[in-house]
C-alpha cells in the first residue's frame, strides 16, 4: 500500500488544496452556538379559582413577548425571551402565564451587527420552542384546555424594527432644521 493511501480520508480529500486550506493569519469563522439553555422564571396564576371552570370557553388570548441581551464578556451572550399570555373570559382574567425562558450563546467571528442580529433573531428562535411547551405544560397542568401558540417570525420583527429605528433617525435629523 502507498502512503497516499495509508492517510484517512480526510487527509486525502485537503491534499493538494494547500492554498485553499485556511491559513493561520486568516479571519476565523463566524461561531454562533447555544451553550447551555435554561428557565429563568415561570408565573401562572388563575385569579377566578375554580369559577372559571363553570364558563363557558370562549376565551380571549392576549401574548406579549419582549427579548434581552446581555453581554457577558467578548464571546459570550445572554438572550432572555419573556413570553406573558393572559386568558380572559368575559372580561375577567381566567389565567395569566409568564415564562423566562434564556439561554447562554458562544459568539466569535462575528462583527457587531451580525452578532446583534443573530442575538436578535437566531437566538430568540432557538429559545421560543422551548417557551411555548413550558406555557402549555403549565396551562393543563393549572386544568385549562391545552395553549399552543402559534409560531413567531423574529426575523420580520427585528427588519420591522430595524427599519423603524432608521425612521426615527430620519425624523430626529429632519427636526432641527424645521424648527430654524
Known sequence: MSEENSKPAEDQATAGQGSEAQKPNDKPQPHFGLQRLYLKDVSFEAPQGVKAFAQDWKPEVNQEMTTAVNKLDE?????????????????????LVEVKQAGLFGVSGMGEQQTAHA??????????????????????????????????????????????????????????????
Open 119 to 180: 442575538m436578535s433573531t437566531a437566538a430568540p428562535e432557538m429559545l421560543f420552542p422551548y417557551a411555548r411547551e413550558v406555557i402549555d405544560s403549565v396551562v393543563t397542568k393549572g386544568s385549562f384546555p391545552a395553549l399552543m401558540l402559534p409560531p413567531v417570525n423574529f426575523n420580520a420583527m427585528f427588519a420591522q424594527a430595524m427599519q423603524q429605528q432608521q425612521q426615527k433617525a430620519a425624523a430626529a435629523q429632519q427636526s432641527p432644521e424645521s424648527v430654524q
Open 75 to 95: 464571546n459570550n451572550f445572554e438572550c432572555e425571551l419573556t413570553l406573558t399570555v393572559t386568558v380572559k373570559l368575559a372580561d375577567k382574567v381566567a389565567f
